[in-house]
């Protein structure tokens, strides 16, 4: 008697309560789970940014040579000017450096070292959502930043605002 009383209540556990259950968390559950996607997400960005600017260090740890092998001249040819090196992983040829077309060089832009993860990943109004909660040390660190790259007026504005306490 006790087998068929444990029987019934397993599938009343399956039949009723699980689908019961499920029905009155679906909400958060499936919210907990979009957001450890996004997490997952900013999480990939990241390491992908940080594999295209840091190429030498990826390659070190998965022990891959990075160089390429540069031919030598035969010795009976003239020797002709070289070939403009290959540009670096995430430039244009000629059209980042300023190489060749009389522009001079940009400079280099600051690596993110922000309060704000995946800032490079955000529109200007998630990045604006998230200033007041910043130190002015962290919110000066954001305008250095955007004036060196996108110079998005939205966030400066806001970010001036918090400074000068408005």
Do not use: C, W
Not at 76 to 86: C, L, M
Not at 128 to 156: D, M, N, P
């Amino acid at each position: 008697m006790s087998e068929d009383k444990n029987a019934i209540e397993r599938v009343l556990d399956l039949l009723v309560y699980a689908p019961l259950g499920l029905a009155f968390s679906a909400g958060q559950v499936f919210a907990e789970l979009a957001e450890k996607g996004r997490q997952q997400v900013i999480a990939a960005r990241m390491l992908g940014e940080y594999t295209i600017k840091h190429p030498e260090s990826v390659a070190g740890v998965l022990g891959l040579p990075l160089g390429r092998p540069q031919p030598s001249p035969a010795p009976e040819a003239p020797v002709a000017t070289p070939a403009p090196a290959a540009p670096e992983a995430g430039e244009v040829s000629g059209q980042a450096s300023g190489e060749g077309n009389g522009q001079v060089p940009a400079p280099p832009r600051p690596t993110a070292d922000l309060a704000i993860p995946g800032y490079d990943t955000l529109s200007a109004s998630q990045v604006v959502q998230r200033l007041s909660g910043l130190s002015e040390g962290e919110l000066e660190a954001v305008r250095v930043y955007e004036e060196a790259g996108r110079h998005r007026k939205t966030i400066l504005t806001k970010v001036a605002q918090l400074q000068s306490g408005s």
